[in-house]
């Protein structure tokens, strides 16, 4: 497959504070990479550098496109969808109006109507919250929503950050798997940031490990599962 997402020598920076450090990686085309590694080791800040929403320097292409070059809101409209750590949804706004606002741009109201129902066929739970404010629903369905409002967009490239954060067991299986069938249905490509590093290997077909900037190992996910190192500072065993 070819990557759909390049990106080489990238660095990033808070100010004068450089958080990563000449970081590779490609995502393939209908691919899932997850990006590994302990608080603080740049992964959110990977996902903030490919949409233009820190300082950087080096190559970030989308289909060839230099995404550096671009504003956020233009890198949305290529069809990339953020999903932030800590969901991101507007909490005084009710599910309806969450998911409309993803779709505010489009001028087709049956399109929107048609990708409300296609949303709704993975997250049948929010299709019963629909009018509820988003604020008040659980952590759990919070998280469908901000995943279901990305999916407005039509995503080609999906960066989920954390999806995992504060759920229980149970929704987080239920979510993983709504990703893997949103992956194999849509051919959707995402690039995965999580503390749970035996999930996201299991959903990933190509892994990254970051420490304190840097990329110090990658490969196919089955090969990084079973990497010693990663095993025991990763995966508890």
Do not use: W
Request: charge should be neutral; include cysteine.
């Amino acid at each position: 497959m070819a990557a759909l997402l390049e990106v080489r020598g990238l660095k990033a920076f808070y100010g004068q504070t450089q958080s990563l450090y000449d970081v590779a990686f490609d995502i393939e085309t209908g691919g899932i990479t997850t990006l590994l590694g302990a608080n603080g080791a740049g992964k959110t800040t990977t996902l903030r550098a490919i949409c233009n929403m820190v300082r950087t320097d080096g190559a970030i292409r989308f289909e060839g496109k230099e995404l550096n070059k671009l504003a956020t809101e233009e890198i949305v409209r290529l069809r990339i969808a953020h999903v932030p750590e800590g969901r991101g949804t507007f909490t005084t706004l009710t599910v309806d109006e969450n998911l409309r606002i993803a779709a505010y741009t489009r001028k087709d109201k049956a399109g929107v109507q048609h990708d409300l129902e296609r949303v709704f066929a993975y997250f049948p739970r929010l299709k019963e919250r629909i009018q509820q404010q988003a604020g008040t629903l659980s952590g759990g369905e919070q998280q469908m929503l901000a995943i279901a409002r990305a999916l407005m967009l039509k995503p080609r490239l999906m960066l989920l950050d954390e999806p995992s954060f504060g759920l229980a067991p149970l929704i987080v299986v239920e979510i993983f798997r709504i990703m893997r069938r949103i992956n194999e249905e849509e051919g959707v490509s995402m690039l995965l940031v999580e503390q749970n590093a035996a999930l996201a290997l299991d959903l990933a077909d190509h892994a990254y490990v970051l420490e304190t900037g840097r990329v110090v190992m990658s490969g196919p996910s089955e090969v990084v599962k079973n990497d010693e190192n990663v095993r025991k500072s990763y995966l508890g065993y």
